[in-house]
């Protein structure tokens, strides 16, 4: 009996129709377990470095350069899944699961095509990539054997991504919450045996931590799939009347490919931003990466209400409702604002004792401090960028977020960066100042687009 009324409620609430009722409401209800689930997605290189760094310099490099190019790989798979998010959101929307269902089944090839490029890679071209960064060979030796694990086991992860879209897209933010959180505690716990031969397990180094990736994406994707196909989540997906649909395939192939151009582009923007700085030493090295990191955990709660208005926008344009698609996307912005503008007077307050939280060295907590401050000039309008760029995405609108990006970062951002810190007396200051530039016209760039509502006639 108590177990049938659970399953009524948890039914319920997976029938629940986001393109009715309290827009801040549904809001809330999508964005805080998105929260969670990113944070924890974003939390496997971290613990990684933590054990990889007891084995040494060289390990320290080759898993460093490695995950560079696996983000680099990453961030075109993860804008190919966007076509993915945008299309089940107006089924879901239009109320349509059989649709939305089709389309997860195309998601399904794409996902295995994207697989087979990888373990390609991984085979064949891990040396030759790490050589061209001019690395020493122990160092080479270390990352090449990071990298084709991770490019070999990257269909675990490429299924585990898609699982996770179908759900979130389909109006279910709850349950990929819920199987990050169990892969993400066996990736913690596993990752040092693996490494270093605890107990039963062998010594594999680097090795060892690429396979607990690849163990940990596994279980979450094998939980997901069984979550999807038995109808414990939103959107059940079977493989019923499957076919191989070219046209379907083209147009979520078509909404992806601007969405990976922009990840792509803003992973090559962060590696010249790097070179930009590198001339001025370690410390102002250190001080840059160190204020990255700060700035992830602030971006993540805005990139979660930013995914959370996609896909109500999506569902409303589905549901033939425009303007609560226009009116979900200025709140998701208002949220995503409080919250920059809260943590911009956190951080204008206690700069130096964020800082001290990743390193106590004085010349890194001094660089990486003044950093953080002047970021804040620029993250008083970041919410706009954030959401509004997520919104754009979840709506299938993907080349203007394409366009925005690749003019703001590479034609003024960069450009900018490197005259003021050459050609001025800003020196390293001038790369973090032309950094708010290019976020304040971007920002300006996507209120301006959004306001227009072309993307409101935007089919898919």
């Not at 939980?223 to 499957?242: A, D, E, S, Y």
């Not at 106590?360 to 660089?367: E, M, Q, S, W």
Request: charged content about 15%; hydrophobic content about 55%.
């Amino acid at each position: 009996m108590a177990e049938a009324q659970d399953s009524r409620r948890r039914r319920a609430a997976f029938d629940r129709d986001w393109t009715k009722g309290s827009v801040v409401r549904n809001l809330l209800s999508l964005s805080w377990p998105a929260v969670v689930t990113q944070s924890l997605n974003m939390l496997g290189p971290t613990i990684d470095m933590i054990w990889v760094g007891k084995l040494g310099a060289a390990a320290i490099a080759g898993v460093g350069v490695s995950g560079m190019v696996v983000l680099l790989m990453n961030s075109a798979r993860m804008g190919l899944a966007t076509g993915t998010r945008a299309m089940i959101a107006r089924f879901v929307g239009t109320d349509d699961a059989e649709g939305a269902n089709h389309i997860a089944q195309q998601t399904i090839v794409i996902s295995s095509a994207f697989s087979i490029v990888f373990a390609a890679t991984g085979i064949f071209f891990a040396e030759p990539i790490l050589v061209l960064f001019r690395l020493d060979a122990d160092v080479i030796a270390e990352g090449a054997a990071y990298m084709r694990i991770m490019f070999i086991g990257s269909s675990a992860m490429s299924f585990r991504v898609m699982t996770e879209g179908i759900m979130q897209s389909s109006g279910d933010t709850v349950t990929p919450m819920r199987i990050a959180i169990g892969y993400r505690l066996l990736h913690a716990v596993l990752v040092p045996f693996l490494i270093f031969g605890w107990w039963i397990f062998p010594r594999l180094g680097v090795s060892g931590a690429a396979l607990t990736n690849v163990i940990s994406q596994g279980l979450g994707l094998a939980v997901g799939l069984w979550f999807l196909f038995t109808g414990r989540t939103r959107l059940r997906l079977t493989l019923r009347n499957f076919h191989f649909d070219p046209n379907i395939i083209w147009r979520m192939v078509k909404i992806g490919i601007p969405a990976s151009v922009s990840g792509v582009e803003r992973t090559f923007t962060n590696l010249a931003l790097m070179w930009i700085i590198a001339p001025f030493g370690t410390l102002a090295i250190a001080g840059h990466t160190v204020h990255q990191r700060v700035e992830t955990v602030l971006m993540m709660p805005c990139m979660a209400i930013g995914m959370a208005s996609g896909v109500l926008a999506g569902q409303n344009l589905g549901a033939g409702q425009p303007e609560r698609a226009e009116r979900t996307g200025w709140i998701a912005v208002s949220f995503a604002e409080a919250i920059m503008v809260t943590g911009s007077l956190a951080i204008l307050i206690w700069a130096e004792s964020i800082i001290g939280i990743f390193s106590t060295d004085p010349g890194v907590v001094k660089i990486g401090s003044d950093f953080l401050r002047i970021s804040t000039a620029g993250y008083l309008v970041f919410g706009f960028l954030l959401v509004l760029m997520q919104s754009l995405n979840g709506v299938g609108d993907t080349l203007p977020p394409m366009l925005i990006t690749m003019i703001g970062m590479w034609v003024l951002q960069l450009p900018l960066a490197f005259f003021l810190s050459r050609f001025t007396d800003t020196g390293v200051y001038g790369v973090r100042w032309a950094i708010v530039v290019g976020i304040a016209l971007r920002a300006l760039a996507y209120g301006t687009y959004f306001r227009m509502g072309r993307w409101k006639r935007k089919e898919v």
